[in-house]
């Protein structure tokens, strides 16, 4: 199995993008699910948003109309595309990727199950 790496993350100020990626994934394109995770130094890490192979996916509510989880099939490669970035969002971002096709955001069954990346620092500034 090989573990997950994500790229892609910076510095911007606030209401700029960023587009993080995460490769490669050795889990057969059928029945897999990815997510991606973030977690501020003293926090838990929290569900970002999740996706499994038919395209399903889920998005924290902070998240949502901002943020678009997707993936590569041909390449095994998870993106997560971050537009409208705000100072809150600022945290060591994770890619996660499990066989399954779960899709909720608890990291409590990631933690278990999946296999992580060691992360990616996004710092928003205001």
């Known amino acids: 199995q090989v573990t997950p790496v994500e790229s892609g993350g910076g510095s911007v100020q606030a209401g700029e993008s960023l587009r993080l990626s995460c490769s490669p994934t050795e889990f057969t394109d059928s029945g897999k699910c990815m997510g991606w995770f973030r977690q501020v130094s003293g926090k838990e890490r929290e569900g970002v948003a999740t996706i499994r192979s038919d395209g399903g996916a889920n998005y924290a509510d902070s998240v949502k109309g901002r943020f678009t989880i997707s993936q590569d099939s041909a390449t095994n490669t998870l993106y997560l595309q971050m537009n409208k970035l705000k100072p809150e969002d600022t945290a060591v971002y994770y890619c996660?990727?499990?066989?399954?096709?779960?899709?909720?955001?608890?990291?409590?069954?990631?933690?278990?199950?999946?296999?992580w990346g060691q992360g990616t620092q996004v710092t928003v500034s205001s």
């Open positions: 996660a990727a499990a066989q399954g096709t779960y899709l909720g955001l608890g990291y409590n069954w990631w933690r278990r199950i999946g296999y």
